[in-house]
T-cell receptor
């Protein structure tokens, strides 16, 4: 079925380095959401992108939605140890007559002090 | 506003037993979705309930079932437990107009021995 592919699966960075995770879909998405899950925690909503080419920023985090609305990225500038966790993208994907929020496999970020 | 509450937080069951997990959504939210999270498979969609009706279902065997009550609280049941059912089960609530921002509970950690 339709999926949202996310890469990389793991990323280790030195504190202060940048980090980027990417999501791709073979079909056009109506919107894409990003979540963060801290170790031992639950996913927490970060942001939703809806418009083609949309760019949103939250402090050191920059989210982009591709022009074709088939891909998205999350970029963190100058990572800190508090950024540790798994970042998921999620998008509504049609399944039969309904749409379900389908998650990418996640990128697990480790920040080395 | 209280968040999403899942009970119990931890559960240990024996193969062949059945288990019922509970989820109380955020007040006013009518949609409740259930996900299974395992290290190897990520977040897998189980089903979604809206106004007491199952609106969507993922690719899980019939041993996995759920229901939603008139107050939007939801339960999921797993019968004839298998070792492979060991996972974190997450419940997410949303307003219900579509696959919008999801608010996750802390999850129930199920271990099948």
């Amino acid at each position: 079925g339709q999926q949202v592919m996310q890469i990389p699966q793991y990323q280790h960075v030195q504190e202060g380095e940048d980090f980027t995770t990417y999501c791709n879909s073979s079909t056009t998405l109506s919107n894409i959401q990003w979540y963060k899950q801290r170790p031992g925690g639950h996913p927490v909503f970060l942001i939703q992108l809806v418009k083609s080419g949309e760019v949103k920023k939250q402090k050191r985090l920059t989210f982009q939605f591709g022009e074709a609305k088939k891909n998205s990225s999350l970029h963190i500038t100058a990572t800190q140890t508090t950024d540790v966790g798994t970042y998921f993208c999620a998008a509504p994907i049609s399944s039969g007559s309904a749409r379900q929020l389908t998650f990418g496999s996640g990128t697990q970020l480790t920040v080395l002090p | 506003k209280a968040g999403v509450t899942q009970t119990p937080r931890y559960l240990i069951k024996t193969r062949g037993q059945q288990v019922t997990l509970s989820c109380s959504p955020i007040s006013g939210h009518r949609s409740v979705s259930w996900y299974q999270q395992t290290p190897g498979q990520g977040l897998q969609f189980l089903f979604e309930y809206f106004s007491e009706t199952q609106r969507n279902k993922g690719n899980f065997p019939g041993r996995f079932s759920g229901r939603q009550f008139s107050n939007s609280r939801s339960e999921m049941n797993v019968s004839t437990l298998e070792l492979g059912d060991s996972a974190l089960y997450l419940c997410a609530s949303s307003l219900g107009g579509g696959p919008t921002e999801a608010f996750f509970g802390q999850g129930t950690r199920l271990t099948v021995v």
